[in-house]
Nanobody, 132 residues
Framework: QVQLVESGGGSVQPGGSMRLSCDAV????????VGWFRQFPGKEREGVAA????????SYSGAVRGRFEISRGGAKNTVYLQMNKLTTEYTAVYYC?????????????????????????WGQGTQVTVSS
């Protein structure tokens, strides 16, 4: 088990950018694949981006591809989600999640975006509001 804490959420104007951080508390994310999910009011969580434990493969949902970038920080306990060209449709609660699984390839990590069942460790979520 690893405890995750998201930060970096808040309000931004349409067209703006925001970077979310996912920090592991008292542990490293060396052996964990990490995914970012979002949840709209009244809806289930949906995967938006994921990265393997090595950082060698990433995957994005069609809704965010070209706008978002997931990356691992130099410190081994942080994963980032850079969000660009935001529109009001990106307003949601964003969660990071971690799974200690040996996924290596892009298609493996892509599959994890289809359902949140692949991830056992979750942060509390951070609100992102895009509004003028």
């Amino acid at each position: 088990q690893v405890q995750l804490v998201e930060s970096g959420g808040g309000s931004v104007q349409p067209g703006g950018s925001m970077r979310l951080s996912c920090d592991a508390v008292g542990a490293t994310l060396d052996y964990y694949a990490v995914g970012w999910f979002r949840q709209f009011p009244g809806k289930e969580r949906e995967g938006v981006a994921a990265i393997t434990s090595s950082g060698g493969a990433t995957s994005y949902s069609g809704a965010v591809r070209g706008r978002f970038e997931i990356s691992r920080g130099g410190a081994k306990n942080t994963v980032y989600l850079q969000m660009n060209k935001l529109t009001t449709e990106y307003t949601a609660v964003y969660y990071c999640a971690a799974a200690r699984r040996p996924w290596t390839f892009g298609h493996e990590i892509a599959n994890t975006l289809a359902s949140d069942i692949w991830y056992a460790n979750w942060g509390q979520g951070t609100q992102v509001t895009v509004s003028s």
